[in-house]
């Protein structure tokens, strides 16, 4: 069984432990529910390319909060009576060149 390391970033700065946790293979709960919208996509953003590059899963269980699973790690979201809930979306960590942002001058 694995511990579960819970996050509630203030910074972007924070993103780097973030990161280093991802890179760690340990799970973690991560709380943007304070966050500014700004630094929300930031986080977000950089954690996204090392959740990608660990092959792990990046879940959002709650608006702006998430979950990082390590790649071989099993998990699953409570069951009544044999049926699986699936309330929780798999973020897509791929990028979509639609939603490039351009800058403005």
């Known amino acids: 069984m694995s511990d579960v390391i819970f996050i509630k970033p203030k910074s972007f700065e924070d993103s780097k432990r973030i990161v280093n946790y991802i890179v760690e293979d340990k799970i973690l709960h991560i709380n943007l529910t304070s966050s500014d919208k700004k630094m ?61 942002i351009k800058p403005v001058f």
């Open 40 to 100: 929300y996509q930031r986080v977000l953003d950089f954690i996204s390319g090392a959740v990608y590059l660990k092959d792990a899963k990046l879940l959002n269980p709650a608006e702006n909060i998430y979950l990082s699973i390590p790649k071989e790690t099993s998990f699953s979201w409570g069951e009544e009576d044999g049926v699986k809930e699936n309330k929780v979306s798999l973020v897509d960590l791929r990028y979509d060149e639609e939603e490039e």
